[in-house]
């Protein structure tokens, strides 16, 4: 049960974009281009929400998750920065091999995954910082 609460959930993108990119035969691009709803705005001008926005926002909404999830300390914390490690090397894989990941979506995706990886480390290390004090004199 531990296991699956380290697991970085910077990779339920990645699960989802790879469902919709090779699940639409490997046209990714025109898959994300599906508008999902629009609004008719005050202005006169229409706001249109497509499938990839959809994604990118429901993926830096995990990232501030994962943001909360780095402030934990202990034994754990070092599975979930592996974990978010591994994660990101994923991405950087699939983008580099795969040409359903050759899309602007999918790199945004990636970046993600690297600010986890280097957000998670540098909270961990600056909250360690703060939790040991040496030669502190409280006078």
């Known amino acids: 049960m531990r296991f699956i609460l380290s697991l970085p959930l910077t990779l339920i993108p990645l699960i989802l974009y790879n469902v919709i990119a090779f699940g639409?035969?490997?046209?990714?691009?025109?898959a994300?281009?599906?508008?999902?709803?629009?609004?008719?705005?005050?202005?006169?001008?229409q706001f249109q929400l497509?499938?990839?926005?959809?994604?990118?926002?429901f993926a830096l909404l995990l990232l501030f998750a994962e943001m909360l999830k780095?402030?934990?300390?202990?034994?754990?914390?070092?599975?979930?920065?592996i974990l978010s490690m591994l994660v990101f090397v994923a991405y950087l894989v699939e983008f580099l091999i795969a040409?359903?990941?050759?899309?602007?979506?999918?790199?945004?995706?990636?970046?993600i995954a690297l600010i986890d990886v280097i957000a998670g480390f540098s909270?961990?290390?600056?909250?360690?910082r703060r939790d040991v004090a040496f030669g502190h004199d409280d006078r």
Do not use: C, K, N
């Open 32 to 45: 994300w281009d599906a508008e999902m709803f629009a609004v008719q705005m005050v202005s006169g001008a």
């Open 50 to 57: 497509l499938l990839g926005d959809m994604l990118l926002t």
């Open 123 to 128: 909270i961990t290390i600056s909250g360690a």
């Open 99 to 111: 040409a359903p990941a050759a899309t602007s979506i999918f790199f945004i995706l990636m970046v």
């Open 24 to 30: 639409s035969g490997g046209t990714a691009s025109s």
């Open 70 to 81: 780095a402030t934990r300390t202990g034994s754990s914390a070092l599975m979930d920065h």
